[in-house]
Nanobody
C-alpha cells in the first residue's frame, strides 16, 4: 500500500526558509501529479501548489507565488516544497497528496495523502 510521509516542518521566524519533503513508499507515483495543501488553525485545508508528473508545470497559490517552489525527483519518489520569505500567515499543517492528473489535485480528488507536517512562522 502506498504511503506518503512528509518531513521538514518546524518553527521558524519571519523571513526564514524551509524545505518540505514528501516521500512515497510502497509503490511508485512517478506518473502521478503531486500537490501541497495547508491547513491553518481554525481554517479549512486549502491548495498551495501542484506539479505534473513530468515536472514541467507548477501551479502556486497567488499568496505564495515568487516565494514557494514545488519540485519533484521521480527517481527518489519524492516531491519538495521550497518555502522562502516565510510569513506568519504561512503557519499551518502542510500536507502532500497525489492524483492521477494535475487537474485532479484538489481536496476531494487526490488518491493519496500524507499525515502532514507542522510549519510555524513566528513574527
Amino acid at each position: 500500500q502506498i504511503q506518503l510521509l512528509e518531513s521538514g516542518g518546524g518553527l521558524v521566524q519571519t523571513g526564514d526558509s524551509l524545505r518540505l519533503s514528501c516521500a512515497a513508499s510502497g509503490g511508485t507515483l512517478r506518473l502521478y501529479a503531486w500537490g501541497w495543501f495547508r491547513q491553518a488553525p481554525g481554517k479549512e485545508r486549502g491548495f498551495v501548489a501542484a506539479i505534473s508528473w513530468t515536472g514541467s508545470a507548477t501551479y502556486n497559490l497567488d499568496s505564495v507565488k515568487g516565494r514557494f517552489t514545488v519540485s519533484r525527483d521521480n527517481a527518489k519518489n519524492t516531491v519538495y516544497l521550497q518555502m522562502n520569505s516565510l510569513k506568519p500567515e504561512d503557519t499551518g499543517v502542510y500536507y502532500c497528496a497525489a492524483a492521477i492528473s494535475t487537474e485532479r489535485v484538489q481536496i476531494g480528488s487526490c488518491e493519496y495523502w500524507g499525515q502532514g507536517t507542522q510549519v510555524t512562522v513566528s513574527s
